[in-house]
């Protein structure tokens, strides 16, 4: 009977109906999409655009790139980046290895307050390392004999700085890689008699590999891009991301700016695919079954790493140390006494302090508007349904900007909101177009932290909700939100700090109204105010850490609050 | 397909593809009200992707679903009438267990005395009256179950999905769990689909089971015609333990063993002389006697192993001719003493007609 009412022709495929509060979460993706589209895409495309236009608009094809190549100073900057880069990677990476392994491997103490020392430098914008090493080697510094003939000024003053900055990143990544360890590898190695030194060769160094890889990789990534170190301590060393600067805001050239930018966006595009790929094998790596590692007491062994740790915590606060000391005396190197000129007539009575206000303004926007913005889109990605078209171009967009340096989206945001004809512009030289492009910026790691802990929480809460009647967005803020507040407060810190730091995208887009404190310091260091310098980069690493301490208050707060759910008792 | 309208939940053509895959391939399928029917299959049969398509949580390719004559076949699950129960429990684990429970009536808007009154009747329903104020973390995997069952019941739904919500459970537990919800179903006479990969589940828990296979129905009938009349011979090797021995068809409707003959007595076999066919028969329905007194059209054997079980034990004995494989044969362990069954013990082994069940064979 059935066989014969049947149609023969297999009919569209069925499609159901959208209830509307789907609709409020397809619409809410959409728009999602569309800012994410103005405020990372168009910035790109127009750099695109305009590395191959002339200044009136016409298609002048690799004429630029040609031109680009053939100033030799230019093309020296190429080989300058990579090489200094290549060199702050092969220093960091083994030394952050090191100091992980000490934190995950051995049982020496103060493990806690040593990694947290090692993360100073997340607190600060990279030049205070800069102006940091130019108080201890520069010309009036303090071990200036050290140097000899030789000057930090350059690329041993970059390379020394950038170590110092990226540090804690690749030290954060590794110590994640060495947790990962399954316990029982290494006790059916030890059941076998096998020597520690192969246990570390055929274990552990197999394990942490995509941790070294995707480590090697966003320190690369760092030091190729960052602006600020070599602007303070280059000296006439010329890297890619001075270059870009000198170009646009020196010269006002943009179309050789938009080269430079496409020459900088290539390898750090390249090591961001390397570490993508990297990382999906290492998810891949992870069971749920693993047990955990956890080190026994080698005497000589602690000794050693914990020697090592101490060294490195030593220069780490040694370099902080400077700069802060250095913002309270008088006037270095010739009255060493102690005052607060810096601060009160460097900063308040030349009415640079505004620029300090302004940083937390936008720290609190990127922290608050920010977070919602990342948290919304990645629930509404990762948990709700339909409109399936959208989710692989968001998906994109939300990974993207980790491939894109700073110094490049700032340049973009230029390109595309200072347009005459982009309706936006508005926004230019406006805070909002710094809390976009600071939140555009970080978006990437924000994105994977809710991400994660999204992935964390079951798949079937919103089938649950549906089938019981509930729209998802009660769900939403009755369960998801609540159960991910840790990570929430995380992604909302993160924002915090680095808002408080960043210098590179937002350097080509803030207006003497809007001008922010990890700026300021760079001016102020142009025009050789390096004691005023030193004071504003000391009150940005304050307010990071005050931050830091009330997120983790927060936190500890919620811990005791949740406790009642979140540890639960002895099961049953 | 007789009577279009009594049906609580019908399926009709349903067909998922996945890209090339096709995940269920024309499946049609009518529930009763208040019946308990299991979709029972090896992963990837597509049992779940049929449930998750009765529930709306995916679209099917094709087909109709029709819940009491009404189509809901484009209806988001937001507008389906069911209640689902998953095998991660899903409970909320920032909300107390009255708060879970309470979920779907809260949003009701009732009276809060309502839903007080109507969450308590559940917790006492389901055993765990006093658990109200507890997290579902301070609690058993078999008790979190039961409050995810308790939720999914609160709002009366006229059709209960349980997607295999016992394979997360240990195994005592899944057995006590098994008969509760069984008892639970029967006494709010709810109409049930459960999902499940275990025979056991399925046959000790099912008014009706529907195999499937490769995204196909294989077989849809009561747990005992399931398992003493399996319609093919995948059914027959799915559910319960089998002998499966390789057949030809005879010239007069015997059956050649290896090199034995096994005569049908009038058994109709439905296949032309030399077919090659599989022949079924359940270790509990062979025939084990002493090799002194040999019963008519039984095969030498030896027993070659045997497995203890508790309450049976499983012989696995090497009969002549059959070189390739043992015939498997279940025996109490009262008569194993009374038999003097040891291993390499030589015995007789014959294989009742009436008891085999015979499909064609792809050689």
Redesign the interface.
């Known amino acids: 009977?059935?066989a014969v009412l049947?149609p023969v022709a297999?009919?569209r495929?069925?499609?159901?109906?959208?209830?509307w509060?789907?609709r409020i979460g397809h619409l809410l993706l959409l728009a999602m999409g569309a800012v994410l589209g103005i405020a990372l895409f168009a910035p790109i495309f127009m750099i695109m655009a305009k590395s191959v236009e002339d200044t009136d608009g016409n298609f002048v094809g690799l004429a630029h790139f040609a031109a680009y190549f053939e100033t030799p100073a230019l093309a020296q900057s190429i080989w300058n980046s990579v090489w200094v880069s290549g060199l702050v990677m092969l220093i960091t990476v083994p030394a952050a290895f090191t100091f992980a392994y000490a934190l995950t491997r051995s049982c020496m103490r103060f493990k806690t307050l040593l990694r947290n020392i090692a993360l100073i430098p997340l607190l600060a914008p990279s030049l205070l390392s800069a102006i940091s090493f130019i108080y201890w080697f520069g010309n009036q510094g303090a071990f200036k004999s050290w140097m000899g003939e030789t000057q930090i000024y350059g690329a041993r003053g970059i390379v020394l700085s950038l170590v110092y900055a990226t540090f804690p990143h690749a030290l954060m990544i590794l110590i994640t890689a060495l947790s990962l360890t399954d316990a029982r590898l290494y006790e059916a190695a030890d059941s076998m008699g096998t020597r520690t030194l192969r246990k570390f060769f055929t274990i552990t160094l197999p394990a942490a590999k995509y941790g070294l890889i995707s480590a090697a990789m966003v320190v690369f990534t760092y030091a190729i891009s960052d602006f600020g170190v070599p602007k303070v301590i280059g000296g006439s060393f010329n890297v890619m991301a001075t270059d870009i600067f000198k170009l646009v805001i020196g010269q006002q050239d943009f179309a050789k700016g938009a080269v430079v930018g496409i020459m900088l966006l290539v390898p750090v595009f390249i090591t961001y695919i390397v570490d993508l790929l990297v990382q999906r094998r290492q998810m891949a790596q992870l069971t749920s079954r693993s047990v955990p590692y956890s080190p026994k007491r080698a005497r000589a062994f602690d000794a050693a790493m914990a020697a090592f740790c101490w060294l490195i915590a030593a220069l780490m606060l040694a370099v902080l140390g400077m700069a802060v000391w250095a913002s309270f005396v008088k006037l270095w190197p010739y009255d060493l006494s102690l005052s607060l000129n810096h601060y009160r007539m460097g900063l308040v009575e030349a009415g640079i302090l505004d620029a300090y206000v302004n940083s937390i303004k936008m720290a609190l926007w990127c922290a608050t508007g920010g977070t919602v913005f990342v948290f919304v889109c990645a629930y509404l990605l990762e948990k709700t349904r339909g409109l399936d078209w959208v989710r692989p171009v968001l998906r994109m967009f939300a990974v993207l900007p980790m491939g894109v340096p700073g110094l490049v989206l700032g340049l973009g945001f230029i390109f595309f909101f200072n347009h005459p004809a982009n309706p936006l512009n508005g926004i230019y030289h406006t805070m909002a177009i710094l809390v976009i492009s600071t939140v555009v910026h970080y978006y990437s790691s924000s994105h994977l932290t809710a991400l994660t802990a999204l992935k964390q929480?079951?798949?079937?809460?919103e089938?649950?909700?549906?089938?019981?009647?509930?729209?998802f967005f009660?769900?939403f803020f009755?369960?998801t939100v609540?159960?991910c507040l840790p990570a929430i407060l995380e992604i909302s810190r993160y924002f915090f700090v680095n808002a408080m730091t960043t210098i590179s995208a937002v350097v080509f887009l803030y207006s003497p109204d809007t001008m922010l404190a990890a700026i300021a310091i760079l001016n102020l260091d142009e025009a050789g105010e390096i004691g005023p310098a030193t004071a504003m980069a000391t009150l940005i690493v304050l307010t990071s850490s005050a931050a830091c301490f009330l997120y983790y208050l927060l936190n500890r707060f919620l811990e005791v609050k949740?406790q009642?759910?979140?540890?639960?008792?002895a099961?049953? | 397909?007789t009577d279009n309208t009594s049906a609580a939940l019908r399926i009709?053509?349903v067909v998922k593809r996945f890209g090339d895959f096709t995940a269920l391939n024309d499946v049609?399928l009518a529930i009763e009200k208040g019946e308990l029917v299991c979709f029972l299959g090896p992963s990837g049969c597509g049992k779940t992707t049929l449930l998750r398509i009765i529930?709306?949580?995916e679209?099917?390719?094709?087909?109709t679903i029709l819940q009491d004559g009404r189509d809901i076949?484009?209806?988001?699950?937001?507008?389906?009438d069911?209640?689902?129960v998953?095998q991660?429990?899903?409970l909320?684990?920032?909300?107390t267990i009255y708060d879970n429970v309470a979920?779907?009536l809260v949003?009701?808007r009732l009276p809060k005395a309502q839903v007080r009154a109507r969450v308590a009747e559940l917790l006492t329903l389901i055993g765990l009256a006093d658990s109200g104020a507890k997290?579902?973390?301070?609690?058993?995997g078999g008790?979190q179950q039961r409050i995810a069952l308790a939720?999914?019941l609160?709002?009366s739904?006229g059709l209960l999905?349980l997607d295999e919500p016992l394979s997360a459970l240990d195994a005592q537990v899944r057995v006590r769990l098994r008969g509760e919800i069984r008892l639970l179903q029967q006494r709010l006479g709810v109409t049930t689909i459960l999902v499940t990969h275990d025979q056991e589940e399925a046959l000790s828990m099912a008014d009706r089971v529907v195999v499937m296979n490769q995204g196909l129905i294989e077989q849809v009938g009561t747990p005992r015609e399931i398992y003493s009349a399996p319609a093919s011979a995948f059914v027959a090797d799915f559910v319960g333990k089998t002998n499966m021995l390789a057949a030809v068809v005879g010239d007069d409707s015997e059956l050649e063993i290896g090199g034995m003959q096994l005569h049908t007595n009038g058994t109709p076999v439905n296949f032309r002389s030399g077919a090659p066919v599989t022949v079924f028969l359940r270790p509990e329905d062979v025939v084990v006697s002493g090799a002194e007194h040999p019963a008519p059209d039984s095969f030498a054997g030896r027993i070659e192993n045997i497995e203890f079980l508790g309450a049976l034990c499983r012989l696995g004995i090497r009969v002549d001719g059959i070189a390739t494989q043992l015939v498997i044969a279940d025996f109490s362990p009262r008569d194993m003493e009374a038999f003097h069954i040891e291993r390499g013990r030589p015995v007789r082994v014959s294989l009742p007609s009436s008891s085999i069940r015979i499909f064609p064979r792809n050689a």
């Open positions: 009977m059935s049947s297999t009919p495929a069925i499609t159901q109906r959208v209830h509060t789907e929480i079951d798949n079937e809460f089938a649950v909700s549906a089938s019981l009647k509930v729209p009660k769900t009755v369960v609540p159960v949740t009642a759910w979140r540890k639960p008792a099961q049953a | 397909m009709e053509h049609s529930a709306g949580l679209v099917q390719t094709s087909g076949s484009r209806l988001p699950p937001m507008m389906r069911y209640g689902i998953f991660s429990y899903a909320f684990p920032n909300l979920y779907g949003n009701r997290y579902p973390g301070q609690l058993s008790q939720r999914a609160a709002t739904p999905l």
